[in-house]
């Protein structure tokens, strides 16, 4: 029963790198979404995409691409990391986005710019 | 603009004791509540959701109440125990925000001996 798993789990990138944050899950959610957090702030939404296919903005999309190729993953990427983005990554997903529905959120990928 | 405030920023106990955790917020139109707990290094876990006309919930010793007229909510841990120790961390959901959530900052609690 994994739920939400992310990988990597940790990693450092010198500015200007490019990476790819990978979350899969195994609920058959349609919904899942990409989230940072900071010292100091809450949870804020990066992206999030309603099914296969579709993608969309959150809260603080500048610097970051996703995609949505297969039901049960959603990719993040960082095509030139800078240390703003130095963060902890949470994946989550749910079965529906509007209403009382439960996001299941991963472990988290740390993300360390230098 | 929506907001959501927690109380106290951290709070130490200890084992065996009760507590409560404050959530103020000015979302609007109000959907829903929920309370999160996150541990040192992992992701949020939900405790509980309470809609518009839920007025409590209990999860195990864990129990949220909500005053939608005051727009406040309140997480009451009875007979604290040592995993107890995590962050809290309130969430309101706006009518037709389509995949947005308004998350505060967590309140952290430490459980001692």
């Given at each position: ?62 610097g ?30 749910s ?15 740390r993300?360390?710019?230098? | ?69 005051t ?37 952290k ?5």
């Amino acid at each position: 029963n994994a739920g939400v798993t992310q990988t990597p789990k940790f990693r450092v990138l010198k500015t200007g790198q490019s990476m790819t944050l990978l979350c899969a899950q195994d609920m058959n959610h349609e919904y899942m979404y990409w989230y940072r957090q900071d010292p100091g702030m809450g949870l804020r939404l990066i992206h999030y995409s309603v099914g296969e296919g579709t993608t969309a903005k959150g809260e603080v999309p500048d610097g970051y691409n996703v995609s949505r190729l297969k039901k049960q993953n959603f990719l993040l990427g960082l095509e030139s990391a800078a240390p703003s983005q130095t963060s902890v990554y949470f994946c989550a997903s749910s079965l529906r986005v509007s209403g009382a529905n439960v996001l299941t959120f991963g472990a988290g990928s740390r993300l360390t710019v230098l | 603009k929506n907001q959501v405030e927690q109380s106290p920023q951290s709070l130490i106990i200890l084992e065996g004791k009760n507590c409560t955790l404050q959530c103020n917020y000015t979302v609007s139109p109000f959907s829903n509540l929920r309370w999160y707990k996150q541990d040192t290094g992992r992701g949020p876990v939900s405790l509980t959701i309470m809609t518009f006309s839920e007025n409590t919930k209990s999860n195990g010793r864990y129990t949220a109440t909500l005053d939608a007229d005051t727009k406040q909510s309140s997480l009451h841990i009875t007979a604290s125990q040592l995993s107890d120790s995590a962050s809290y961390i309130c969430v309101v959901s706006a009518r037709g925000s389509q995949g947005n959530l308004i998350f505060g900052k967590g309140t952290k609690l430490s459980v001692k001996p």
